[in-house]
């Protein structure tokens, strides 16, 4: 009796907060229609039909937004404070913590109640004092950077790394599965963001470790191609030495994701080495190699070029 005295009140729990969180009543909007944010807000569209309803979008961009919006039949908005005054959920994926920053100083439509999903890969500390100010207005806030690149934004199968408190992130999590494979509460606000620079220093280490790797092997006279066959079935493998030579060697590096938003997710990941790694030794000089990298390229070429930069040093370009 006892047992089933608790199931029906765990099915009771569960029952009300689902009913707390109904997606399908919410109206969502999407701000930020960049290389990600075009197909996840795709993908929002879709989960806003399925209740009936159509996804409202808005960029800086607004004839971009507005081209978006009339190719899919969903509502453009032209700017994020008519998009927030709409909206009970509204989804931004933007550059930097900075435009963040600067998108909401300027907003005067924030409510109460009202659920604000970063997907940009932000700092996690600013991301903290800006819940707190956010919270004070009643407003939730929950950090959601995705990886899984433009391909995966493309096909909705986006790895995303929530940070905010248990309930927020829950009801956020019924909207970000709509773009994603696979969805985790990292911890408070701000842990999604961590999580995230700390991936993508260890990406760019990879990147950097299979070029240099590649290049040593070829210039003792092993074929690059057939060394990395042969590491990526053995213990060294990885997705960057899958990678490469679709990337690298092919020359066409085009993975599409820039080296100047990959280097701003780099020094993310180093001040929280040098805040709480005092003997840190290897990420700071994978900052070191991506700023000397963006520095001979360019930030708007593809991350994947960091790999020019040892072919520059060792005098070798790898085929």
């Given at each position: 009796?006892?047992y089933?005295?608790?199931?029906?009140?765990?099915?009771?729990i569960s029952?009300?907060?689902?009913?707390?969180?109904?997606?399908?009543?919410k109206s969502?909007?999407?701000?930020?229609?960049?290389?990600?944010?075009?197909h996840?807000?795709?993908h929002l569209?879709k989960?806003?039909?399925?209740g009936?309803?159509?996804?409202?979008?808005?960029?800086?961009d607004?004839e971009?937004?507005?081209?978006?919006?009339?190719?899919?039949?969903?509502?453009h908005?032209?700017?994020?404070?008519?998009?927030?005054?709409?909206c009970?959920v509204?989804?931004?994926?933007l550059?930097?913590?900075?435009?963040v920053?600067?998108?909401?100083?300027k907003?005067?439509f924030?409510?109460?109640g009202?659920l604000?999903?970063?997907?940009?890969?932000?700092?996690?500390?600013?991301?903290?004092?800006?819940?707190?100010?956010?919270?004070?207005?009643?407003?939730?806030?929950?950090?959601?950077?995705v990886?899984g690149?433009?391909?995966?934004?493309?096909?909705?199968?986006?790895?995303?790394?929530?940070?905010?408190?248990?309930?927020?992130?829950?009801?956020?999590m019924?909207?970000?599965d709509?773009?994603?494979g696979?969805?985790v509460?990292?911890g408070?606000?701000g842990?999604?963001?961590?999580?995230?620079?700390?991936?993508n220093v260890?990406n760019?280490?990879?990147?950097?470790?299979?070029?240099?790797?590649?290049?040593?092997?070829?210039?003792?006279?092993?074929?690059?191609?057939?060394?990395?066959?042969v590491?990526?079935?053995s213990s060294?493998?990885s997705?960057?030495?899958?990678?490469?030579?679709?990337?690298?060697?092919?020359r066409?590096?085009?993975f599409?994701?820039?080296?100047?938003?990959?280097r701003k997710?780099?020094?993310?990941?180093?001040?929280l080495?040098?805040?709480?790694?005092?003997?840190h030794?290897?990420?700071?000089e994978?900052?070191?190699?991506?700023?000397d990298?963006?520095?001979?390229?360019?930030?708007?070429?593809?991350?994947?070029?960091?790999?020019?930069?040892?072919e520059?040093?060792?005098?070798?370009?790898?085929?």
């Amino acid at each position: 009796m006892f047992y089933l005295l608790c199931l029906l009140v765990s099915s009771w729990i569960s029952s009300t907060s689902a009913l707390a969180f109904d997606v399908s009543s919410k109206s969502l909007g999407f701000y930020g229609l960049g290389t990600m944010g075009e197909h996840m807000a795709g993908h929002l569209h879709k989960l806003a039909e399925e209740g009936g309803g159509k996804v409202r979008v808005a960029s800086r961009d607004t004839e971009k937004a507005r081209r978006w919006a009339d190719a899919r039949g969903a509502i453009h908005c032209d700017s994020f404070d008519e998009l927030s005054k709409e909206c009970d959920v509204v989804c931004m994926c933007l550059s930097t913590t900075d435009v963040v920053e600067e998108v909401l100083r300027k907003c005067d439509f924030l409510k109460a109640g009202q659920l604000l999903i970063d997907c940009t890969s932000g700092e996690p500390e600013r991301m903290k004092v800006l819940g707190e100010k956010l919270s004070s207005q009643g407003v939730k806030l929950v950090d959601s950077p995705v990886s899984g690149g433009p391909a995966g934004a493309e096909a909705g199968t986006l790895t995303s790394m929530l940070g905010g408190s248990v309930s927020d992130v829950a009801d956020a999590m019924k909207v970000v599965d709509a773009w994603s494979g696979k969805s985790v509460r990292c911890g408070d606000i701000g842990s999604g963001d961590a999580v995230k620079a700390i991936n993508n220093v260890l990406n760019t280490a990879h990147v950097l470790l299979a070029a240099e790797a590649s290049l040593v092997l070829q210039k003792y006279g092993v074929d690059a191609s057939i060394a990395l066959d042969v590491i990526n079935s053995s213990s060294g493998r990885s997705l960057q030495t899958e990678r490469l030579p679709a990337t690298v060697l092919s020359r066409s590096f085009d993975f599409g994701f820039a080296l100047a938003l990959m280097r701003k997710d780099v020094v993310i990941a180093d001040q929280l080495v040098q805040k709480f790694a005092p003997t840190h030794t290897l990420i700071p000089e994978v900052k070191r190699l991506i700023i000397d990298a963006e520095k001979k390229v360019g930030g708007d070429a593809d991350y994947t070029e960091v790999a020019r930069l040892l072919e520059e040093r060792v005098g070798e370009e790898l085929c």
